[in-house]
């Protein structure tokens, strides 16, 4: 009896330290992309790889210019690319991103999209949970202009991890600076 009352509460504590709750997740401030932007990233998050990148964007159409990951368990995705953007453009972008990304992701569960201010700039957003490979991905994609041109960011954890990371990926959103 004593041997199974032990082994009960051993197993008991091992899962409640494997599901970290929110609050102990370490954000950090980060720049990332050549100082252009500055970003809370989980602490222990590392810079995927170019063999990490070369594999999981292999059949993809484009790649990000950096990837933040713990592991490939959970993503955060920067791109900066060479399309135009100012402020005045990131509502143009959120009507045609979210008209693009419901098409693609018909199967999708959108929880919000829209515009926000996030420290005096215009940042716009899309949540969802979409359906990938066999199981679901909560996906949070923000994005503004920067030096001109538009950043990309994607959030991506299994839907599994989603009570956990949701809100740390809205802090995330949330701690985004653009410098210069």
């Known amino acids: 009896m004593k041997t199974l009352l032990l082994f009960l509460l051993t197993s008991c504590a091992s899962l409640l330290m494997a599901a970290r709750p929110t609050s102990e997740i ?27 990148m ?22 955060l995705a920067f791109n900066y690319s060479d399309n135009d953007a100012d402020q005045d453009m990131v509502q143009v972008y959120q ?5 693009a990304y419901h098409k693609q992701y ?9 515009v926000k201010e996030v420290g005096n700039r215009k940042v716009g957003f899309m ?3 979409k359906p990938e490979m066999g199981h679901e ?3 949070l994609v923000f994005f503004t202009d920067v ?10 954890c299994a839907d599994r991890q989603k009570p956990e990371w949701e809100p740390l990926a809205k802090r995330i959103l949330n701690s985004l600076k653009a410098n210069g």
């Open 95 to 99: 009507d045609n991103f979210a008209k």
């Open 54 to 75: 070369d594999f999981t964007y292999a059949h993809a159409s484009s790649r990000p210019s950096v990837v933040f990951t713990n592991n490939n368990l959970v993503s």
């Open 147 to 156: 030096q001109g041109k538009l950043l990309i960011c994607t959030f991506n």
């Open 137 to 139: 991905v909560y996906t």
């Open 106 to 114: 018909n199967k999708a569960t959108w929880f919000s999209e829209g």
């Open 26 to 52: 370490e954000l950090v401030k980060k720049h990332v992309l050549s100082e252009r932007v500055e970003v809370l990233i989980p602490k222990g998050f590392e810079v995927m790889t170019e063999q990490q």
């Open 127 to 129: 949540e969802f949970m």
